[in-house]
């Protein structure tokens, strides 16, 4: 089977996004059984990441760790709830656990000028002037959908831990796309997974990244939720499933240069992010102290740096097709 080539020229298209989310409870590599006819993977990398030996902790990291056709913008939409020193939307309050302030409101920018893309969020954080092919909607992709236009192209991107029924979202997505039409889901997965046994499972990092994903599965809207891509699809009707998996280092510990550059944007979005991540996952659902989880993440931000730590995140990118008709 080769690549997955996306309809052109697509007429319109759903961009699904929220920035910087933490992710059903199944955990990377559980999807189930698939008809090898129906699903191609790439796997994880086999092979380890070379660490670099020479790598040296950025001091830099985690500054900035503490600064995040369906609904109108009535008033209660506008509001937020804040907590902890940061802004959550109070919109479905409590759906969705990670921050909204201008930390995580950055868009990705339109330059497919010949495609109408619909932007749906939970809060009103969308920037003013935005291209004249480019509309958002204040909604609740958990409810049900009520746009009349079919879709050719769907992107989920970073929506783990947001979702409580994914079959039903993929159901939803698979309903209303065009013959056809293709979806793709790009989203990490929690807890961290190392190779070489550098990521202690007594250290405060790995116990930040399990306790992050055990309290969002107390709130029924786990991280893990990306290992059951897949099998999702599948039972939703979508064919040409392909997954690929990728290797995301914590730091700038590995040797390759390209995995050294993803390492330090993903340092830097942990940097920026960590807190907003966790402290309401911490608080509110294991009921941790304001106090108690800024004095862990101290501990958390040090190893995160520390490049004898071979930490990294596992992202899933999925996409499969909604069967064209005859």
């Given at each position: 089977?080769?690549?997955?080539?996306?309809?052109t020229?697509?007429?319109?298209?759903?961009?699904s996004?929220?920035?910087n989310?933490?992710?059903?409870?199944a955990?990377?590599?559980?999807a189930?059984?698939?008809?090898?006819?129906?699903?191609?993977?790439?796997?994880?990398?086999?092979?380890?990441l070379?660490?670099?030996?020479?790598?040296?902790?950025?001091?830099?990291f985690?500054?900035d760790?503490?600064?995040s056709s369906?609904?109108?913008?009535?008033?209660?939409?506008?509001?937020?709830?804040?907590?902890?020193?940061r802004?959550?939307?109070?919109?479905?309050?409590?759906?969705?656990l990670?921050?909204?302030?201008?930390?995580?409101a950055?868009?990705?920018?339109d330059?497919?000028?010949?495609?109408?893309?619909?932007?749906?969020?939970?809060?009103?954080i969308?920037?003013?002037?935005?291209?004249?092919n480019?509309?958002?909607?204040?909604?609740?992709?958990?409810?049900?959908?009520?746009?009349?236009?079919?879709?050719?192209?769907i992107?989920?991107r970073?929506?783990?831990?947001?979702?409580?029924?994914?079959?039903?979202?993929?159901?939803?997505?698979?309903?209303?796309?065009?013959?056809?039409?293709?979806?793709?889901?790009?989203d990490?997965?929690?807890?961290?997974?190392?190779?070489?046994?550098?990521?202690?499972?007594?250290?405060?990092?790995?116990?930040?990244s399990?306790?992050t994903?055990?309290?969002?599965?107390?709130?029924g809207?786990?991280?893990?939720?990306?290992?059951?891509?897949?099998?999702e699809?599948?039972?939703?009707?979508f064919?040409?499933?392909?997954?690929?998996l990728?290797?995301?280092?914590?730091?700038?510990?590995p040797?390759?240069?390209k995995?050294?550059?993803?390492?330090?944007?993903?340092?830097?979005?942990?940097?920026?992010?960590?807190?907003?991540?966790?402290v309401?996952?911490?608080?509110?659902?294991l009921?941790w102290?304001?106090?108690e989880?800024?004095?862990?993440?101290v501990?958390?931000?040090?190893?995160?740096?520390?490049?004898?730590?071979?930490?990294?995140l596992?992202f899933?990118?999925?996409?499969?097709?909604?069967?064209?008709?005859?």
């Open positions: 089977m080769g690549d997955v080539k996306t309809p020229p697509p007429a319109e298209v759903a961009a996004s929220a920035e989310a933490g992710q059903t409870s955990s990377p590599g559980s189930g059984p698939v008809s090898p006819k129906s699903v191609e993977s790439t796997g994880l990398p086999q092979e380890a070379v660490a670099d030996e020479n790598a040296t902790v950025d001091e830099s985690g500054l760790g503490n600064a369906s609904a109108s913008l009535s008033s209660s939409i506008l509001k937020y709830r804040h907590e902890n020193g802004r959550y939307h109070a919109f479905k309050d409590g759906a969705y990670l921050p909204n302030d201008d930390v995580e950055e868009r990705m920018a330059d497919n000028p010949h495609v109408k893309v619909i932007g749906v969020d939970l809060s009103p969308q920037p003013v002037f935005i291209p004249p480019l509309e958002f909607f204040v909604d609740d992709l958990e409810s049900s959908w009520t746009y009349t236009n079919p879709f050719d192209f992107y989920v970073n929506l783990t831990g947001s979702i409580s029924d994914w079959l039903k979202f993929y159901r939803q997505s698979f309903e209303h796309l065009a013959p056809g039409g293709f979806i793709e889901i790009a990490a997965c929690l807890p961290l997974a190392c190779d070489d046994d550098t990521l202690d499972q007594d250290s405060a990092l790995y116990k930040w399990k306790l994903a055990d309290a969002a599965a107390q709130f809207r786990p991280l893990r939720s990306a290992g059951a891509v897949v099998s699809l599948s039972a939703a009707g064919t040409d499933i392909q997954q690929h990728f290797k995301w280092p914590t730091n700038t510990w040797k390759d240069p995995m050294k550059e993803i390492g330090a944007l993903t340092a830097e979005d942990f940097g920026r992010n960590i807190y907003g991540i966790s309401a996952l911490f608080t509110r659902a009921g102290t304001l106090e989880f800024e004095i862990f993440l501990q958390v931000r040090k190893q995160m740096r520390d490049p004898k730590i071979h930490a990294y596992p899933y990118v999925v996409y499969g097709r909604k069967p064209a008709e005859n």
